[in-house]
């Protein structure tokens, strides 16, 4: 399980909450369908879960996180049931050792999905970038259709306020009535109104324009302080394992040779007959 953890099933993971009901369904489950030692460590094992000695020989089970469960509190089962069945097998770790295996796999695959996340950043930065190019032109292209649409415009009111003001004997008598001097103002107003209402279609495309492109530095920062907040978290977690990795025993194997001395002395003699000693 710890290989084909995705990235985003390992952070869904990490934010569950154990249901210790169905985690006891589980360990249940497992129980009763293996019909071997060996069958029950793999079902364990396919759920990403480890079969270790505890304290005693006593068999537990360790997660991904390094939380210990008890075979037999957690499949309902005795203890003798328990080393009935599993007594056999072999090269079960301690819990320690255990717990050391799992660290190490888990940080080479959090070390994975930095890289992951990594690329994964390399390729949003490139969309970003090809998104911002396009943004880029697109915005060009509609100032220059703007400007040249109001440059032919502009041409055409010129021309047709120009019309208005007669020429030549009309225009002298225009002139002496007040006429001309009349029209050449109301043109003047006209011009100015087209003036500012080419001025706010101009700034209402820049402000649209800015909006456009601050919605692209916004997704760029959005997504590199995901990055930061992702990749920071994952070195946190390989961290926690590496300090997992490091409080395990030096020598697993004195150790776990210990822990089976202690079992043994503690576990009482089977009734070997009437003693022929005196």
Not at 27 to 36: E, R, T, V
Not at 49 to 78: E, H, I
Not at 142 to 170: D, F, S, V
Not at 227 to 250: C, F, G, M, N, T
């Amino acid at each position: 399980l710890f290989r084909s953890f995705t990235r985003s099933e390992w952070e869904q993971a990490k934010k569950a909450q154990q249901d210790p009901k169905a985690l006891k369904a589980m360990f249940q489950q497992c129980w009763a369908d293996a019909p071997s030692a060996e069958a029950y460590k793999h079902a364990l094992a396919e759920r990403g879960y480890t079969l270790a000695y505890g304290d005693r020989r006593a068999f537990v089970v360790v997660d991904f996180r390094g939380q210990v469960f008890a075979v037999a509190k957690w499949s309902n089962v005795k203890t003798k049931e328990v080393r009935a069945k599993l007594d056999k097998l072999k090269d079960v770790p301690i819990v320690d050792q255990a717990k050391a295996s799992i660290a190490v796999r888990m940080t080479e695959a959090l070390r994975g999905y930095v890289a992951e996340a990594e690329t994964t950043r390399q390729k949003q930065a490139a969309a970003l970038a090809m998104q911002r190019a396009q943004l880029v032109q697109k915005q060009r292209k509609e100032r220059a259709a703007l400007a040249a649409a109001q440059e032919q415009r502009q041409t055409k009111e010129t021309a047709l306020r120009a019309h208005r003001l007669n020429r030549g004997m009309r225009g002298l008598w225009d002139r002496i009535t007040g006429r001309h001097a009349k029209q050449t103002k109301a043109n003047e107003h006209e011009a100015l109104a087209a003036w500012r209402r080419d001025r706010q279609e101009k700034d209402a495309l820049i402000v649209r324009h800015l909006d456009e492109r601050e919605g692209v530095h916004l997704m760029a920062r959005q997504q590199k302080q995901a990055h930061a907040k992702s990749v920071e978290e994952l070195h946190r977690d390989i961290a926690a394992y590496q300090q997992l990795r490091d409080k395990a025993p030096a020598d697993l194997r004195e150790h776990f040779r210990e822990n089976a001395v202690y079992a043994r002395e503690r576990t009482p003699e089977r009734d070997r007959g009437l003693s022929h000693e005196p």
